[in-house]
């Protein structure tokens, strides 16, 4: 597989936010968001075998998992690198792009999987799968990053639309500011959550972390 980085953090996102985790990056995404904040992950990287992979996982004192990109499902040796993992007893969270089939993957047990459904402003609006989100368990997560009011209705529609069963987060643009969308959600009260990169109030907006 190629792998853009290993390390060591706190999820910043979602449910498991706050928890130290092993991030594994993947390199390469079939978007292009206009906003994206891991550019550097669209090259290649490094190529290391699914072993190399628990080789370096071990080092760390930690039994949660994110696996990340760029777009993990862009290559299709995830789902044998997912299943490795969790024979290894590690918890895992999945984070895809919301373009690629999911069908395959729910059921795993501590496994879950983090669905994005990108947003007009993203430019990746067209490329989503909608009909994963018909796929996510109770346990899983959908997020929606949000630039602006466009973006905000939206993803209510899709909410209103497709109702999923699982924990949704509202995340804004990191360069926004997240007041408007705190208050746009208090203001309809959505049952979602607002969620605010935790990672990078913490180390800063940079590689790594
Ligand atoms: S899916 Fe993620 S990695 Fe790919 S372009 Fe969009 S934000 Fe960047």
């Avoid at 985790?21 to 206009?34: E, H, M, Q, Y």
């Avoid at 862009?74 to 590690?90: A, C, G, V, W």
């Amino acid at each position: 597989m190629e792998i853009n980085e290993i390390f060591y953090s706190l999820q910043g996102e979602g449910l498991l936010v706050g928890t130290p985790s092993i991030f594994v990056r993947t390199s390469g995404c079939n978007l292009r968001c206009t906003y994206c904040d891991t550019t550097y992950a669209y090259s290649k990287g490094t190529e290391m075998t699914i072993q190399e992979i628990l080789t370096e996982v071990k080092k760390y004192p930690c039994s949660y998992i994110c696996i990340t990109g760029g777009e993990p499902l862009f290559q299709k040796e995830t789902p044998k690198l997912i299943d490795s993992l969790l024979k290894k007893n590690y918890s895992v969270c999945l984070e895809t792009n919301g373009s690629f089939s999911i069908m395959n993957l729910v059921g795993k047990k501590s496994f879950i999987i983090s669905l994005d459904i990108k947003c007009p402003s993203s430019g990746s609006q067209d490329d989503m799968n909608m009909n994963n989100i018909f796929a996510l368990s109770k346990d899983d997560q959908l997020k929606f990053i949000i630039k602006n009011k466009e973006d905000y209705l939206y993803a209510k529609e899709v909410l209103k639309k497709y109702n999923p069963i699982c924990t949704v987060f509202f995340q804004p643009v990191w360069e926004t500011n997240p007041k408007m969308l705190a208050s746009w959600i208090l203001r309809d009260g959505l049952q979602v959550r607002l969620s605010i990169q935790l990672h990078k109030i913490v180390w800063g907006a940079k590689r790594g972390v």
